[in-house]
T-cell receptor
Framework: AQSVAQPEDQVNVAEGNPLTVKCTYS??????LFWYVQYPNRGLQFLLK??????LVKGSYGFEAEFNKSQTSFHLKKPSALVSDSALYFC???????????FGGGTRLMVKP | GAVVSQHPSWVICKSGTSVKIECRSL??????MFWYRQFPKQSLMLMAT?????????EQGVEKDKFLINHASLTLSTLTVTSAHPEDSSFYIC??????????????FGPGTRLTVT
């Protein structure tokens, strides 16, 4: 069975500082990996995905994520946080041969001015 | 990009009544649609997966007779919460994936529907 762990319920960072939101996964074979962001009372917005190729994936709004197969991690990063980045972030995994997207528990990012 | 809409965005209903939530793919044909439920400050839990023209596949613990899912066309799926109770109050999010050449990994999410049962 596939699973995703986001070890931090909340990450606090000052505006302008780099941010990292952690994600580790467990899946059979090679995964498809995704990051989504959710603002209050809204659905999920796609940020980026890893399918194959370069381990460093660049996505929307200046976010990027690094796929690390040996550590089964897919941490989300941004060089300089904005207050408007404050939201709930979800990591998700899907087996290549599978149909189901499994989400992590979510990490609330708080960027303070 | 691909857009998924949901209607209504929020609904309040009385206990014992039924509520229908619509999910539409606006600019693509969704061969597969997913319904998720999200409790406050929690992650998304998959309720069911439906393929157009077929019966939905429900996840363990989800009552089929309570959460009726219909995926009658390639652009519309509906979730009907029957005989709603306060514990059904939640945020319901649909997601759609288009058909076509495999592998297909893009999954697009609707904005969600907030259901409150009084």
């Amino acid at each position: 069975a596939q699973s995703v762990a986001q070890p931090e319920d909340q990450v606090n960072v000052a505006e302008g500082n780099p941010l990292t939101v952690k994600c580790t996964y467990s899946v059979s074979g090679n995964p498809y990996l995704f990051w989504y962001v959710q603002y209050p009372n809204r659905g999920l917005q796609f940020l980026l995905k890893y399918i194959t190729g370069d381990n460093l994936v660049k996505g929307s709004y200046g976010f990027e994520a690094e796929f690390n197969k040996s550590q089964t991690s897919f941490h989300l990063k941004k060089p300089s946080a904005l207050v408007s980045d404050s939201a709930l972030y979800f990591c998700a995994v899907r087996e290549r041969a599978g149909n189901m997207l499994t989400f992590g528990g979510g990490t609330r990012l708080m960027v303070k001015p | 990009g691909a857009v998924v809409s949901q209607h209504p965005s929020w609904v309040i209903c009385k206990s014992g009544t039924s509520v229908k939530i619509e999910c539409r793919s606006l600019d693509f044909q969704a061969t597969t649609m997913f319904w998720y439920r999200q409790f406050p400050k929690q992650s998304l839990m998959l309720m069911a997966t439906s393929n157009e023209g077929s019966k939905a596949t429900y996840e363990q613990g989800v009552e089929k007779d309570k959460f009726l899912i219909n995926h009658a066309s390639l652009t519309l799926s509906t979730l009907t919460v029957t005989s709603a109770h306060p514990e059904d109050s939640s945020f319901y999010i649909c997601s759609a994936r288009e058909g076509g050449q495999l592998p297909v990994y893009e999954q697009y999410f609707g904005p969600g529907t907030r259901l409150t049962v009084t």
